[in-house]
């Protein structure tokens, strides 16, 4: 990170990255990316085939990305907490 930037940030943005949050994320990512190519040429391959498909993306993209954002925020809220002092703690609410 850049030293400037973490100096001046009381707290880090995130957690760092676990592999199995890497590959959450990329699957993510892949499967949007299908789905937008498969949305951009939909004339091309509309059909029963290529619905079902579409939706199967829509479900899995639902699914994965709600668990995705759940591990995250978890491993960010249980990296930010495991930084903090006893004198962090008497702020909580």
Known sequence: MNPWLDKH???PMAAPE???LRT???RLIVALVALGAMTAFWPAIAGRVALGVVVGLAVFIA???IF???AKNQAD???LMSRM???DADDLP
Do not use: H, K, L, S
């Open 9 to 11: 940030m009381p707290a």
């Open 18 to 20: 676990t592999a199995e």
């Open 24 to 26: 959450a994320r990329v």
């Open 63 to 65: 699914v994965q990305g």
């Open 68 to 70: 995705w954002i759940r």
């Open 77 to 79: 809220d249980d990296y």
């Open 85 to 87: 002092t006893e004198d």
